[in-house]
């Protein structure tokens, strides 16, 4: 990021200035002015993956849990058909209560700021909107990825393919074990997605530590996460963004045994209710956190946390490389 001029396009007391649509929060415009560490955020997790309340506590320790690593938290949403970069209290507050907050996915951004919308962005969205920001580093809970039964039904998340053309590292730890894993991990494959192991040699699976599966690469630092980001972006092959997937410690995992039952049962509930598109994901979710007694929120929460402390850490290797 360079100079002076990209601060008048952000500045967020202006009314949406070209070529930026977007409010950026002054304390965001300037992290990325100065070359300073920014971790985007996704809001769907919050409006449509955690239970009502709750969202509330965690939208704000996540974003302490960046600043814990000296990076500068940057949570989207679109709000009155307006794109923001950094979401102050009161954003954060409707993002986590208002029951018109949509779940937009990259295609229906354009048109929920066309028609006025408000929703809270996933994963792919995030991305598409964190990169057009001059955000590198991203932190999720769980990527979307290809659904059990995508043969038949086509479900196959847009977040693939969003960061499959889109230059942001993405913390995860994996996806979620209601998805056909080896599938997803070939698609990244087909898609020239790296995936890199933090501290480990298998992927995660979410609420599991290990689902089964190996990582291509792995990495033992946020340095070393930083630096192939950094290598990328040199060599001009950073086209597509790179997964940096962290597991829950094996004594935080969700009981495996429950986890199973979890799925066995939440996919049949799904078959029976007829959920279909956008609904899928936050309807298991909601499922998992209604039977599992709390567990799989626990682990849920614990494992965003723990994402956005290790972007908040590469996010700053990542600016020391590039400054
Ligand atoms: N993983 C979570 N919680 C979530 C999601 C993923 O642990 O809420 C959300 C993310 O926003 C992700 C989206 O981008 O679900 C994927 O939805 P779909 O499968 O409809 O693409
Ligand atoms: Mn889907």
Redo the contacts with the bound molecule.
């Keep these: 990021m360079s100079g002076a001029p990209t601060l008048a396009l952000m500045t967020t007391t202006a009314p949406p200035l070209l070529p930026l649509p977007a409010r950026v929060t002054p304390e965001v415009a300037e992290a990325l002015v100065e070359g300073r560490g920014v971790v985007a955020l996704?809001s769907?997790?919050l409006a449509?993956?955690l239970p009502r309340g709750e969202n509330r506590r965690v939208a704000h320790e996540i974003e302490a849990a960046v600043r814990a690593s000296g990076a500068v938290p940057a949570t989207i949403a679109v709000l009155d058909g307006q794109v923001h970069v950094g979401l102050d209290d009161d954003a954060l507050d409707r993002v986590c209560s208002d029951d018109e907050v949509l779940k937009l996915?990259v295609r229906d951004v354009g048109v929920a700021v066309a028609l006025g919308r408000t929703g809270a962005t996933?994963?792919?969205s995030t991305a598409a909107l964190a990169h057009r920001a001059g955000v590198r580093v991203f932190a999720?809970?769980?990527l979307?990825g290809v659904h059990r039964g995508a043969a038949q039904t086509f479900d196959v998340?847009?977040?693939l393919g969003v960061l499959a053309s889109t230059p942001v590292l993405t913390v995860c730890a994996g996806v979620?074990s209601i998805l056909d894993v080896p599938g997803t991990l070939e698609t990244l494959e087909t898609m020239s997605v790296p995936v890199l192991g933090y501290r480990t040699d298998r992927f995660p699976g979410?609420y599991l530590s290990d689902s089964g599966y190996a990582v291509p690469w792995r990495v033992d630092s946020a340095r070393e996460a930083a630096a192939v980001a950094h290598a990328r972006s040199l060599l001009a092959t950073d086209s597509a963004g790179v997964v940096l997937a962290q597991p829950l410690p094996l004594d935080r995992q969700v009981d495996p045994a429950l986890h199973d039952r979890l799925v066995t049962e939440g996919l049949a509930t799904l078959e029976a209710e007829g959920v279909t598109g956008?609904d899928?994901?936050?309807r298991l979710?909601e499922l998992f956190h209604e039977r599992s007694g709390g567990e799989s929120l626990r682990a849920?929460v614990e494992l965003v946390l723990a994402n956005a402390r290790l972007a908040g850490e590469v996010a700053v290797e990542l600016a020391g490389m590039s400054g």
Excluded: C, M, Q, Y
């Design positions: 996704e769907t997790i449509h993956g996915s996933t994963v792919a999720t809970g769980g979307g998340s847009a977040d979620k979410f956008k899928v994901t936050p979710l849920n």
